[in-house]
């Protein structure tokens, strides 16, 4: 594209009076713009001799908390390092504002035009009235250019790199290896057990959340309560509050004090207290964060205490995400247990297996959570004793003769007599010493639990009354030198701080401190559970998109209550969408239970989660209307809330909980039409808007009443079949941040201003028939193989003539095209013993390319506002969309892919992206959308253990260019060789894979994967930074994930035989939000009252950590940063702050007190403030 221009014309919405005068205001704004670019140039390089005399003046600065050494060479040589990277880092200040500066003068004649046609097949997009540019404050680069990290004395690529594998037998601990110890060891202090009662509730997995409840965990509990009131001593830990608080809700008041008196005492603990036990790899932090402050906001509610310990001994793997978020939540301990076993064996070999964990990003220790894992392969009783679980099982005394299990070893449990208990417990206590020598202190940890167990009276009685008789005897033979109880998770991790004489939540004298992350999870042998980052991807789908709603329906829902309250309209308004909100809530908290989100539930579980989606998704699309329908009205008094017809209606719906989205269809006739469109985003957004209406002659203008560039393009019912009557409009606007824009459309059969896209169909010799329908221009290509490409003004993108897909992208600011290719593969499994299945990955060898029996069809859509090329196969279709827009929209590549492999058969499908990066084995996901982890691809491990999961991004990168595949749905990810990068789709599956779940993978859905492709220049690569495991998006990054996660909401209003009263678009933001802010939740507090709204809202704020070292491109919005700050004062249009508490994450405990409402956080902070608007 040519850069942009405005319309030669006169009317239309081009500027007023003469070209002279234009010229002089371009002329007297590239002046300023000059001076000011300048000015800026001068403070760059002032700073810079600055801190070149800081250097000179601070040889004995302290790095990292480590004093240079005193000897003159190494403080020269640490000078000469500083001044390299300080130079660096000005290097690309100076780059920043040398590109602002350009852009800023770039866009100086910029206003408002219609669409003007170049020639060349391209077009001129008015680029609006004002110039927009991006200003990164030279301090806020340096996090991620200085970002060491502090060093750790574990970093998971480390270990990684250490490890051999290999797999060992170890003799009765088959992983590990034999433990001895001196019986003496103990002496002179004696060993500490806390034997630890626990039940683990799956919230949906074989059974339907409702029938465990009803089946087991309603027994559990009933049983709990009675039986921990027979005996002080008793313990029993709980995690799970979805099932809790449906518990709660049926039970009486005398059971309620109960169980507040046995909480209150301790014998009662609640560990982490989420929603569910969250999935760790699918998940997306909004979702984590979100289910943790419900289980949070109840427990304090209705129980009255505050969790202090974490607990997750059934997720799949384990993300740094959620260590931050329990720290965040103020929670001093945690607890893990799926780890790969080569990973558990070395950390028991070297005493490591309770560390401090620690952010990869982090510079000062602030995240540091004590944290302990479980040593041996399950969290079940045979496994938790000892390392020997034959032994172990026989101290599970719910396996007694008699009932309905038994231990595999075939030596049964014995009950506790006086006769026996001496033998018993000797044999016991030998496991307990074992374990305790893996473990630093002279503390062990012994859970005595199972997947719903203690669900009848009988095994309470049983397990609590013989580990009764053990304990009383090993407690009242001094010689055996141990002290043995009952207790809870945090009796347990206070007795390791007191060993040591630290305050709960510090470090321990001599523990090891460990970054990264504990994925990719193997339990046994070759069986690495990356499956299920991809598995039932429809429902991974379905939930990003929920979250999406939920966020904007909170954030709506907490303005336009504020708003209603301070109109006095409060009994028009339908405050009780609050219980909506509340019920979704708590459906996507469910889903983030880590055998839902992760797909590895039975079919009829499924449609279960799927209905509770569903169901969700349409009263969240209702609480969304309700509150903009208050807000666009000029008037508050014509507010008339109608349940039965809505105001206005969602542009697109669904038919059912397994079903993609259909367009709704705008019929016009005489009278206009109105589409009220959310920016659920919290920066301005330029983007094309899309609607589908029953005539092509359509005239979109503005409330305020400028027109709109407009195309209207074709809609297809098959490949080359056009749909009758039914039209694609398309118009650009520049939406405010989080605001309601307010679009009339009307037809108009002389309005010349919309101008039709053309179609070209390659059929490749396929014997298929065209059907064109008026008024648009389809061209066939029976035959040609020729490339072709579609370009905007940043790049051209070339497609391979015969297969229909990309091949290469040619930035227009480069003279030389980067090979970009996508290839579709198939992975089978193995042919013989363990296959795929919903949790592991078994393939048979690397991918086969997909061969389809007949050629591709392409369709390549040319207009003004976007092209695109969708391509056919049998068991997918792509769409490659490039909208022709400045900024963030028009950066990068729109990529869709419609998967339907329902008829394969234990096959795979993955998306390859191959590219000239020179990435060699290292590539980049991202973890749960917070942040990004670096990996390597180990040859000494099998394919399958280098996949991992993506839940908004993955990026190769070298010197040059950075590629960064973006994604709306979690997915598994790797990068098999040098410039590569490869995503699994969608998986088939016939057979179960042995890990409890009983089924394959058959129930595929047609699923629409949706991503986008960013290719960026790095202006500077920095050789330590590259080799750093930390690593961070551009901000340019940051957005595009934005966008492709919350995509605008259009709301036609609904046809009505009155005139619709005066309405207008709503802008809620007074100041703009700095651009490395992301407001991550706008939660309306419940008041006492149950499901009812209350005075307070939860603020959720998140500062991103980026990278300033990708060429900083107009982001065409006004992008600033501010070191952190964000003044909340009369941030609101209309509304008044008037209170503003900060709180831990999730509101249980307030932080330090708050003078002024201006926010300060650093770079990837979480905080959350309670606030009060008026």
């Not at 660096?88 to 602002?100: A, G, L, P, R, T």
């Not at 969790?307 to 793997?317: E, L, M, N």
């Not at 045979?382 to 007694?400: A, N």
């Not at 080359?720 to 009557?725: A, G, K, P, R």
């Amino acid at each position: 594209m040519r850069p942009l221009r405005s319309a030669p014309r006169g009317g239309g919405g081009g500027g007023g009076g003469s070209a002279g005068n234009r010229d002089t205001r371009r002329m007297k704004l590239k002046k300023q713009v000059t001076v000011c670019g300048g000015a800026i140039f001068c403070v760059a390089v002032f700073s810079l001799y600055l801190m070149l005399d800081r250097v000179q003046h601070e040889p004995e600065r302290r790095q990292n908390g480590v004093s240079f050494p005193r000897s003159q060479i190494s403080v020269l040589q640490n000078r000469i390092e500083q001044l390299e990277q300080l130079l660096e880092e000005n290097h690309q200040i100076i780059s920043h504002i040398k590109d602002s500066v350009l852009e800023l003068t770039e866009n100086a004649g910029g206003f408002p035009g219609l669409l003007t046609y170049q020639g060349n097949g391209s077009w001129a997009i008015p680029a609006g009235n004002r110039p927009t540019f991006l200003t990164v404050l030279p301090q806020d680069c340096q996090f991620a250019l200085g970002n060491k990290g502090q060093k750790t004395d574990l970093q998971m690529l480390d270990v990684y790199s250490l490890l051999k594998f290999d797999n060992l037998d170890g003799g009765a601990w088959k992983q590990g290896f034999e433990i001895t110890y001196n019986e003496h060891e103990w002496d002179n202090d004696p060993l500490q057990v806390y034997v630890v009662p626990h039940s683990h509730n799956d919230p949906g997995w074989i059974k339907t959340f409702d029938k465990y409840y009803q089946d087991q965990t309603q027994h559990i509990l009933n049983n709990m309560l009675l039986k921990l009131q027979e005996d002080p001593k008793r313990r029993f830990i709980w995690a799970e509050i979805s099932f809790f608080s449906k518990w709660w809700d049926n039970i009486d008041s005398q059971k309620k004090a109960a169980v507040r008196r046995l909480a209150a005492n301790g014998q009662l603990e609640f560990v982490t207290g989420g929603w569910v036990m969250t999935d760790e790899a699918n998940a997306h932090y909004f979702a984590m964060i979100d289910q943790l402050i419900e289980g949070h906001q109840w427990m304090e509610k209705n129980i009255g205490v505050i969790p202090k310990s974490g607990w997750a001994i059934d997720p799949f793997g384990h993300s740094s995400t959620m260590s931050y978020l329990l720290k965040r939540a103020n929670l001093t301990s945690m607890l893990i247990q799926r780890v790969h076993y080569s990973i558990k064996k070395h950390f028991s070999a070297t005493k490591s297996l309770e560390f401090m964990w620690r952010q990869t990003w982090d510079i000062d220790s602030s995240t540091d959570i004590f944290c302990h894992l479980m040593p041996f392969y399950s969290y079940d009783v045979p496994h938790t004793c000892g390392p020997d679980p034959k032994i172990c099982c026989q101290f599970d005394f719910r396996r007694l003769p008699g009932g309905r299990i038994s231990c595999p070893w075939k030596i049964p449990p014995k009950p506790i007599t006086s006769i026996n208990v001496a033998e018993r417990a000797s044999l016991l206590l030998d496991q307990y010493r074992k374990k305790s020598k893996l473990y630093k202190s002279k503390v062990v940890l012994i859970p005595v639990g199972d997947d719903f167990r203690y669900d009848n009276a009988l095994e309470w009685d049983q397990q609590f009354q013989n580990y009764a008789k053990l304990f009383d005897y090993m407690n009242s033979h001094p010689e055996l030198h141990v002290q043995v109880q009952f207790g809870t998770l945090s009796e347990y991790f206070d007795a390791v701080y007191k060993k040591y004489g630290v305050t709960p939540g510090s470090k321990p004298p001599t523990y090891p401190v460990l970054s990264g992350d504990f994925f990719t999870y193997a339990d046994r042998e070759d069986h690495y559970w990356s499956g299920y980052f991809t598995s039932r991807p429809f429902y991974k789908n379905l939930d990003r998109v929920l979250e999406s709603h939920l966020r904007a329906a909170e954030i709506l829902y907490s303005l336009a209550l504020n708003h209603v309250r301070r109109s006095g309209a409060d009994s028009k308004y339908p405050i009780s969408d609050y219980g909506s909100l509340t019920e979704a809530r708590r459906n996507i908290g469910l889903f983030q239970h880590h055998d839902a989100i992760t797909g590895t539930s039975k079919e009829v579980v499924v449609i279960d989660y799927g209905i509770r989606l569903f169901h969700s998704l349409m009263n969240l699309k209702r609480v969304i209307i309700n509150a903009a329908h208050f807000l666009i009205l000029r008037d508050k008094n014509d507010y008339r809330y109608d349940q039965s017809s809505l105001f206005l209606h969602m542009d697109d719906k669904r038919q059912n909980h397994d079903s993609l989205p259909e367009k709704a269809v705008i019929k016009l006739e005489s009278l206009p039409r109105y589409v009220v469109v959310l920016n659920p985003i919290e920066q301005e957004r330029p983007c094309v808007i899309s609607v589908l209406a029953t005539s092509p002659q359509v005239k979109v203008t503005l409330i305020a009443g400028s027109t709109l560039p407009t195309q209207v393009s074709a809609v297809w019912k098959s490949p080359t079949d056009m749909v009758t009557d039914i039209y694609q409009i398309s118009f650009v606007s520049r939406l405010s941040a989080l605001g309601l824009a307010v679009f009339q459309l009307t037809e108009s059969f002389n309005y010349r201003a919309s101008v039709k896209s053309s179609v070209v169909i390659y059929l490749r010799n396929r014997d298929v028939t065209v059907s064109k329908k008026e008024p648009f221009s389809v061209k066939i290509l029976e035959s040609s193989t020729d490339d072709f490409f579609i370009e905007n003004q940043h790049m051209q993108v070339w497609f391979n003539g015969v297969t229909g897909l990309m091949e290469t992208i040619k930035r227009k600011d480069d003279q030389q095209k980067q090979k970009v290719r996508v290839e579709f593969v198939w992975y089978g499994t193995r042919p013989f013993k363990d296959k795929s299945g919903a949790y592991l990955f078994l393939p048979d060898g690397e991918a086969k390319a997909y061969i389809s029996k007949q050629a591709a069809i392409t369709r390549v859509t040319k207009g003004p506002l976007f092209s695109e090329v969708v391509t056919f196969y049998q068991h997918f279709h792509q769409i490659v969309r490039l909208y022709n827009l400045p900024g963030v929209e028009g950066l990068s590549l729109d990529v869709s892919i419609v998967v339907d492999i329902h008829d394969q058969i234990n096959r795979e499908l993955a998306m390859r992206l191959s590219t000239s990066i020179e990435s060699g084995d290292t590539f980049y996901t991202d973890l749960n959308g917070f942040q990004v982890q670096a990996r390597k691809y180990f040859q000494k491990l099998p394919l399958q253990a280098n996949f991992y999961p993506m839940s908004t991004m993955a990026y190769i990168q070298d010197d040059r260019f950075r590629l960064t595949l973006h994604t709306a749905q979690s997915l598994g990810v790797s990068s098999i060789r040098n410039g590569q990068l490869e995503v699994i789709l969608d998986r088939r599956l016939m057979q179960d894979d042995n890990r409890g779940l009983g089924q394959g993978l058959k129930d595929n859905k047609v699923t629409c994967n949706r991503f986008r492709i960013l290719l960026e220049k790095r202006s500077a690569s920095n050789k330590f930074q590259d080799s750093q495991p930390v690593s961070f998006p551009s901000l340019l990054s940051h957005i595009t994930s934005m966008h492709l996660s919350h995509e605008v909401l259009a709301m036609p209003i609904t046809p009505r035989p009155q005139n619709v009263p005066p309405i207008r678009s709503w802008h809620p933001l007074a100041t703009p939000i700095p651009c490395d802010f992301h407001m991550l939740n706008m939660r309306t507090l419940q008041s006492e009252v149950v499901s009812a709204p209350g005075l307070e809202v939860a603020l959720i704020l998140h500062r991103k950590g980026f990278d300033c070292g990708l060429a900083a491109k107009n982001l065409g919005f006004n992008c600033t940063t501010t070191q952190g700050k964000l003044s909340l004062e009369g941030l609101f249009q209309g509304l008044d702050i008037q209170s503003v508490q900060p709180m831990s994450l999730s509101l249980l405990y307030p932080t330090e007190p708050f003078n002024s409402s201006l926010v300060s956080m650093r770079p990837m902070e979480i905080s959350t403030f309670r606030i009060r608007l008026v």
